[in-house]
């Protein structure tokens, strides 16, 4: 008796069915790590909108007596340096809450404007150290980091991070920032 070879029709459904696996594991690794990503941007806007709000406010009876009798309150930080200390240590207090979550974490820039009269006071904080430096500009034409047109006393802080990839464990770089003005009712 002579036995014949089948033919191999089955082995395309296998190749097929092994490239559609393979493709479903590397898109949930990929929705996965940008699931992740999201999570980390979300919580690092949260964490730097409460943190330039707070050091905007550090001082509110400072800040809003002024004028508070005659007219519209004018806002103003009583002590800058004071305001870029409480930004970064509510930061680092966020942070420090959210082991593995953030590696590499530093500080870029932190800027207030103080506005009085038509006179922007711009004082700026750059890098970890939070080397200082102070400039002036006319109410109208200076413009925030973000393009915005500074008409009130604010504030703005960067931060830059890292995040571990959960494909391969390298780090992806990452950077945010916020722009924040308070909202006086006149």
Known sequence: ????????TGSMGYVVMFTMALLMIVL??????VARLMT?????????????????VADDIYYFETLEMTGTPTVRF???????????????????E?????????????????????QVK???YTGPSGAKSVSYGRLG????PKGERVKETSAYGRVRFDIKNIIDGSFITKTKDIYCTLEINE
């Open 1 to 8: 008796m002579i036995f014949k070879k089948k033919a191999a």
């Open 28 to 33: 949930t690794l990929y929705m996965a790590q």
């Open 40 to 56: 980390h941007q979300h919580h690092v806007d949260d964490s730097l909108a409460d943190s330039v709000l707070a050091s905007l």
């Open 78 to 96: 009583q002590n800058v340096d004071k305001s870029h200390r409480i930004f970064m240590d509510s930061m680092n207090e966020a942070i420090a």
């Open 98 to 118: 959210t082991t593995g979550f953030y590696y590499n974490f530093s500080f870029d820039s932190y800027i207030c404007y103080e506005v009085e009269g038509s």
């Open 122 to 124: 711009i004082t700026t």
């Open 141 to 144: 034409s200076v413009y925030s």
